[in-house]
């Protein structure tokens, strides 16, 4: 009997393990760069662990590629847990896609991991039927036309700003962008509310001082900490905030960040003078870490120093230094 009282039909169950028609055990693959894996990904992978019952998927990558590999593994291993994921990584030129014989190659080495033919291929490309004949599979085609989801590895590589939604929350803290705010005689009280308003601006988040925080919950009664153990919280809240983060993340650079600054893990570095925040003019500085090896400053701007201001002006020059990501 239903919620409202009326009687279900007898060949309606409220879970079903297996699609109608299909025995049980039955087995399916899919096979892909997933460089990086997207939303069209996790629904034919979705699909595919929805309508067989073990699915190995494999991924592939080559030395030199825009995103390691390695990464690619372990992102579709954290999406897919219920699946056996594989990753190829051998160099093979007669491999190429486009190649003759190229399908029956890679047959060769998905059977090396399966030890017998699975029973469906999935893909959303081409290349299913003629990969599925040679591992003696039947190929089902999943939204080959990409109504469902219309994005590409490579357009999300080229915009990923531009299509962040397509993007799984297990990936996006790849794509995120640290930017280190280096503040001078400033107040740190207007550090943080400059850097906070900031990342409202930019719809995300900031990272706050984890020993400002700490000194400031432990008060009258401060509880031992380690130096050590501050410089652990500071670097965990970083990595726990970025994996949060929309496109960017911002984070007031402390004094130990900007000794080494090229080692400090940031990709933007806005210099921000506030000598006269409360009714002067100050001047923000922008430096660009293209690499450990190649930190120069780009340009100098300006400004009245007032904290909304300066908000502002920080996410301006932020949207405008990445206008090629959206």
């Given at each position: 009997?239903?919620?409202?009282?009326?009687?279900?039909?007898?060949?309606?169950?409220?879970?079903?393990?297996?699609?109608?028609?299909?025995?049980?055990?039955?087995?399916?693959?899919?096979?892909?760069?997933?460089?990086?894996?997207?939303?069209?990904?996790?629904?034919?992978?979705?699909?595919?662990?929805?309508?067989?019952?073990?699915?190995?998927?494999?991924?592939?990558?080559?030395?030199?590629?825009?995103?390691?590999g390695e990464f690619r593994y372990q992102w579709m291993q954290a999406l897919f847990p219920q699946?056996?994921?594989?990753?190829?990584?051998?160099?093979?030129?007669?491999?190429?896609?486009?190649?003759?014989?190229?399908?029956?190659?890679?047959?060769?080495?998905?059977?090396?991991?399966?030890?017998?033919?699975?029973?469906?291929?999935?893909?959303?490309?081409?290349?299913?039927?003629?990969?599925?004949?040679?591992?003696?599979?039947?190929?089902?085609?999943?939204?080959?036309?990409?109504?469902?989801?219309?994005?590409?590895?490579?357009?999300?590589?080229?915009?990923?700003?531009?299509?962040?939604?397509?993007?799984?929350?297990?990936?996006?803290?790849?794509?995120?962008?640290?930017?280190?705010?280096?503040?001078?005689?400033?107040?740190?009280?207007?550090?943080?509310?400059?850097?906070?308003?900031?990342?409202?601006?930019?719809?995300?988040?900031?990272?706050?001082?984890?020993?400002?925080?700490?000194?400031?919950?432990?008060?009258?009664?401060?509880?031992?900490?380690?130096?050590?153990?501050?410089?652990?919280?500071?670097?965990?809240?970083?990595?726990?905030?970025?994996?949060?983060?929309?496109?960017?993340?911002?984070?007031?650079?402390?004094?130990?960040?900007?000794?080494?600054?090229?080692?400090?893990?940031?990709?933007?570095?806005?210099?921000?003078?506030?000598?006269?925040?409360?009714?002067?003019?100050?001047?923000?500085?922008?430096?660009?870490?293209?690499?450990?090896?190649?930190?120069?400053?780009?340009?100098?701007?300006?400004?009245?120093?007032?904290?909304?201001?300066?908000?502002?002006?920080?996410?301006?020059?932020?949207?405008?230094?990445?206008?090629?990501?959206?």
């Amino acid at each position: 009997m239903t919620q409202n009282g009326t009687v279900a039909p007898d060949n309606l169950t409220e879970n079903t393990s297996n699609p109608p028609n299909i025995p049980v055990g039955t087995t399916g693959v899919v096979i892909g760069k997933f460089m990086p894996p997207h939303r069209g990904h996790e629904y034919l992978a979705q699909f595919a662990s929805a309508f067989v019952d073990k699915l190995w998927i494999f991924v592939c990558s080559l030395p030199g590629e825009p995103i390691p590999g390695e990464f690619r593994y372990q992102w579709m291993q954290a999406l897919f847990p219920q699946a056996e994921v594989v990753h190829i990584h051998e160099v093979n030129p007669a491999a190429n896609r486009n190649q003759h014989g190229a399908q029956g190659i890679w047959a060769q080495a998905v059977l090396r991991h399966t030890n017998s033919s699975p029973n469906f291929v999935f893909a959303s490309e081409e290349y299913g039927w003629d990969f599925a004949k040679a591992l003696g599979a039947r190929f089902i085609p999943v939204d080959p036309s990409r109504d469902q989801f219309p994005i590409s590895g490579s357009e999300l590589r080229r915009n990923p700003f531009r299509n962040w939604h397509f993007i799984p929350g297990v990936v996006r803290s790849y794509f995120v962008k640290e930017i280190g705010i280096r503040f001078t005689d400033a107040n740190p009280m207007h550090a943080e509310d400059i850097t906070q308003k900031a990342a409202l601006l930019l719809n995300t988040l900031y990272v706050p001082d984890y020993g400002a925080f700490y000194q400031q919950f432990s008060g009258s009664e401060l509880l031992p900490i380690s130096a050590d153990s501050l410089v652990r919280a500071q670097f965990s809240l970083i990595k726990a905030l970025k994996s949060q983060s929309r496109c960017f993340l911002l984070r007031i650079l402390q004094a130990r960040d900007q000794t080494n600054i090229q080692d400090s893990g940031v990709d933007l570095v806005l210099s921000l003078s506030m000598d006269h925040a409360e009714s002067g003019s100050g001047m923000i500085d922008i430096d660009e870490l293209n690499s450990p090896d190649n930190f120069g400053k780009i340009t100098n701007l300006n400004i009245n120093c007032s904290v909304n201001t300066a908000a502002h002006a920080i996410r301006d020059i932020i949207l405008d230094h990445y206008k090629d990501l959206f």
